[in-house]
């Protein structure tokens, strides 16, 4: 069974940082690519950012690109989200999630349980 | 950017209704959609994905259909535990884009 634990939330100042991790278990880690994907409150979806299996290629959304970095250590199956110059506008819960993919498509089959960023004075 | 439009924002419907969600493209975007549902205070779950084809454990009554910029998602005799809020996501290019969900809402 896929599992996908996130840890690292939590309340911080505008300017700040926060390093979000996601440990996996019950599937090839190395395999698969791995995302980040947030939901403010009552809002919809964003997607974050995405890192392939072998960690060669990152894709950012604009809305975080220079502020956030993706990362994964295949050898600890965890992937994370260091998070810089936070603004009030990335208070979200994030989820981590695993990707499936076919011919260039990417999509989410298995999601974390979500670590809420409050960033705010 | 690839822009997804969904509708409606929300529909109140009975159990045992049939419901359709669409979503448009702003580009063509082939069959690269997905549909996710979700529960409050819970994360998405993968119903559907490249338009048509089902998430393993997907009961048959959930249906997806279109392609290039026009999309739906079907509900046939709604069950309970169907109210949940329904979004869209494009799969094609990067960045990955999801609408603004539907909420299904028990009439």
């Known amino acids: 069974e896929v599992q996908l634990l996130e840890s690292g939330g939590g309340l911080v100042q505008p300017g700040g940082s926060l390093r979000l991790s996601c440990a996996a278990s019950?599937?090839?880690?190395?395999?698969?690519?791995m995302s980040w994907v947030r939901q403010s409150p009552g809002k919809g979806l964003e997607w974050v950012s995405a890192?392939?299996?072998?960690?060669?290629?990152?894709n950012y959304a604009d809305s975080v690109k220079g502020r956030f970095t993706i990362s994964r250590d295949n050898s600890k199956n965890t992937v994370s989200l260091q998070m810089n110059s936070l603004r009030a506008e990335d208070t979200a819960v994030y989820y981590c999630a695993k990707e499936d993919s076919y011919e260039g498509a990417n999509w989410f089959d298995s999601w974390g349980q979500g670590t809420p960023v409050t960033v705010s004075s | 950017d690839v822009q997804l439009t969904q509708s409606p924002s929300s529909v109140s419907a009975s159990v045992g209704d049939r419901v359709t969600i669409t979503c448009r493209a702003s580009q063509d975007i082939s069959r690269w959609l997905a549909w996710y549902q979700q529960k409050p205070g819970k994360a998405p779950k993968l119903l559907i994905y490249a338009a048509s084809s089902f998430q393993s454990g997907v009961p048959s009554r959930f249906s997806g259909s279109g392609s290039g910029t026009d999309f739906t998602l079907t509900i046939t005799s709604l069950q309970p535990e169907d109210f949940a809020t329904y979004h869209c996501?494009?799969?094609?290019?990067?960045?990955?884009?999801f609408g603004r969900g539907t909420r299904l809402e028990i009439k």
């Open positions: 996501q494009q799969a094609n290019s990067f960045p990955i884009t």
């Open positions: 019950g599937f090839t880690f190395s395999s698969y690519g």
């Open positions: 890192i392939t299996g072998s960690a060669i290629s990152t």
